[in-house]
């Protein structure tokens, strides 16, 4: 008697989750190549601790002379996420900043206070995402009367993602063309290791790409456009991530070069050292960032 094998029940594939994208996050890789943190100027060094939601950072510019003290916490109160970041410096007022949002909830409220400073800064944001849209509403108001909104919104289908911002100012009524300023556009396509975005923002309109290659490489280019007075920059770049550091270079029309690296030197101590060179290659600009967490 022959043995009957039964197929293999075929399981449906899982639909993949549209990823949400927010306005701020477009170009943001092809900035991260040309634009990173590892080009510094000036000497600094910075001291970290991490806890449970808190956090305390001292930060210290040896050029500058200037001393700043950090310190956050976040705690939650029944059902609300409450913040305070406290931050005071010798070259500004003390700021303390409190921040409140429901868990689960697209609305967070915040006031910022500077002590020793002028005026108040009260702000509520709304921020909304689904499948495939974000859309980002904050009601700023300070006591030296700047009262506006600030709106932002992106939406995505495949692999497009198309995003606008603007700053509403409800008090310029009696003038209806004072009260939107600030616009800008965006659109990013973005598609297996390659990413082509545009950004306008006034008049400088920009066009760049990045694609990445093996072994933690990436390579970006950008051409930057001042519509109002017709002049056009370009600037080509790349990072080399590797397990003992990241490594950055960038080039721009001008003749500027730019070269960074940042990378670990203990398990809490990570350096950062940037150049600046024109287009004679006499260095313009140096400096170093040592940077301890705990």
Partial sequence: MRRQFKKPVAFPKKKKKKKTMAFSDIYKDVKNVLYPKTFVSGKSFSVKTKGNGMGVEINSNLDKKTVSAKFSDNVKVNENQVGLTTTTSTAGPTVI????????????????????????????????KCSDTSVNATWNYKTDKVNNIVVDGSYTYENVTVGAKTVVHPME????????????????FKKNNLTVGMLYKGDIMTMG???V?????VVGAEVISDLAKGTTKIGVGAQCKQANGTYNVRYTSNGETNVGASFPVADNIAVKMGAQFDNNFQCSKQGMAVDFTF
């Fill in 209 to 211: 790409l990045a694609n």
């Fill in 97 to 128: 900043d409190i921040t409140c949002q429901k868990v689960g909830s697209g609305v967070k409220y915040s006031l910022k206070e500077k002590v020793g400073g002028e005026g108040t800064d009260v702000a509520v944001g709304v921020n909304t």
């Fill in 213 to 217: 290659y093996n072994k933690g490489v």
């Fill in 173 to 188: 009524y009696a003038k209806p063309s004072a009260m939107v300023s600030g616009v800008e556009a965006a659109i990013q």
